[in-house]
């Protein structure tokens, strides 16, 4: 089991920059991948950004060159930095981790955090 905690969000203008952090807790080792995505109100949950134990990271178009994900060593806290952010950067936004065990694989969430960008 893992859980997972957001922490940051909040109110900005638009071009302003925040950061989200996630920390993670209970079987932390299990972690291969972690992540952010976000959703907005009845809309699918899309990807923000990700990275893994193979040392891919990935990023969603409207991500790239604006956020940045970054983690620290021991795969228990990982961070969101977002700049020039825009009115549809507002969804809530989640943090992921990826578990892969001999049995099976799962997703753990976090349970999510307010991004809100003023214009």
């Known amino acids: 089991q893992v859980q997972l905690v957001e922490s940051g969000g909040g109110l900005v203008q638009a071009g302003e920059s925040l950061n989200v952090s996630c920390t993670a807790s209970?079987?932390?080792?299990?972690?291969?991948?972690m992540g952010w995505y976000r959703q907005a109100p009845g809309k699918e949950r899309e990807l923000v950004a990700e990275t893994d134990r193979d040392g891919r990271t990935n990023y969603a178009l409207s991500a790239e060159g604006r956020f940045t994900l970054s983690r620290d060593n021991a795969w228990d806290m990982w961070s969101l930095r977002m700049l020039s952010l825009k009115p549809e950067d507002t969804p809530v936004y989640y943090c992921?981790?990826?578990?892969?065990?001999?049995?099976?694989?799962?997703?753990?969430w976090g349970q999510g955090t307010q991004v809100t960008v003023s214009t």
């Open positions: 209970g079987s932390v080792t299990s972690i291969y991948a």
């Open positions: 992921q981790a990826g578990v892969i065990t001999v049995e099976a694989s799962y997703d753990y």
